[in-house]
């Protein structure tokens, strides 16, 4: 069975300032990993993702990840925070050869930016 | 142009009524899913359907049945209501099943249940 953990359920950072969501998973094989955003009252939105290749994976937004297989772990970075990144931030894993739908969902990390 | 969109937005219905979302969405793709928030912003898939042919069919009650009447098109009703229903439905849509695809999310069906 595969499994992602979001582990904090609240990060405050204060604008400027660099932005760390952490995510790690549990799979069998390689992964997909992917990263969403959901603004307050919105549907989520496609962040960016990992499928092969770089491990460092650029995305929307100025948001990078870095896929870390010996750590398990697709942490989500933004080297200067903006006051509009505060949202809710979802981690999904996929196994390889499985359905999309089957991709699992963490349980999402609120991101508050502050001014 | 919306890629995703579903009808409606907001809803608020008495326990025991029927009620069906409506999803559309323009981008060509083959797959389509429904997905409940709950109020703790926990999000599970539903259902998927590829080309018409429901392909996963989660732990819901049988009184939530979706239907696809072509490929750009997922609808969902709702029988007899419950309190317990009360949440966000998303519709969303892929290019394929295939699992790397980015998933596509519509805007929302808040669903309230008095």
């Known amino acids: 069975a595969q499994s992602v953990a979001q582990p904090e359920d609240q990060v405050n950072v204060a604008e400027g300032n660099p932005l760390t969501v952490k995510c790690t998973y549990s799979v069998s094989g390689n992964p997909y990993l992917f990263w969403y955003v959901q603004y307050p009252n919105r549907g989520l939105q496609f962040l960016l993702k990992?499928?092969?290749?770089?491990?460092l994976v650029k995305g929307s937004y100025g948001f990078e990840a870095e896929f870390n297989k010996s750590q398990t772990s697709f942490h989500l970075k933004k080297p200067s925070a903006l006051v509009s990144d505060s949202a809710l931030y979802f981690c999904?894993?996929?196994?390889?050869?499985?359905?999309?739908?089957?991709?699992?969902f963490g349980d999402g990390t609120t991101l508050t930016v502050k001014p | 142009d919306t890629a995703v969109s579903q009808t409606p937005k907001y809803l608020v219905t008495q326990m025991g009524n029927d009620k069906s979302i409506k999803c559309e969405q323009n981008l060509g793709h083959d797959t389509m899913y429904w997905y409940k928030q709950d109020s703790k912003k926990f999000l599970k898939i539903m259902f998927s359907y590829n080309n018409k042919e429901l392909i996963i069919n989660e732990t819901v009650p049988n009184r939530f049945s979706p239907k696809s009447p072509d490929k750009a098109h997922l609808n969902l009703h709702i029988n007899s209501l419950e309190l317990g229903d009360s949440a966000v439905y998303f519709c969303?849509?892929?290019?394929?099943?295939?699992?790397?695809?980015?998933?596509?999310f519509g805007e929302g069906s808040w669903l309230t249940v008095v």
């Open positions: 999904a894993v996929s196994q390889r050869g499985t359905n999309a739908g089957k991709s699992t």
């Open positions: 969303a849509s892929s290019q394929d099943a295939g699992t790397g695809n980015t998933i596509y």
């Open positions: 990992y499928i092969t290749g770089d491990n």
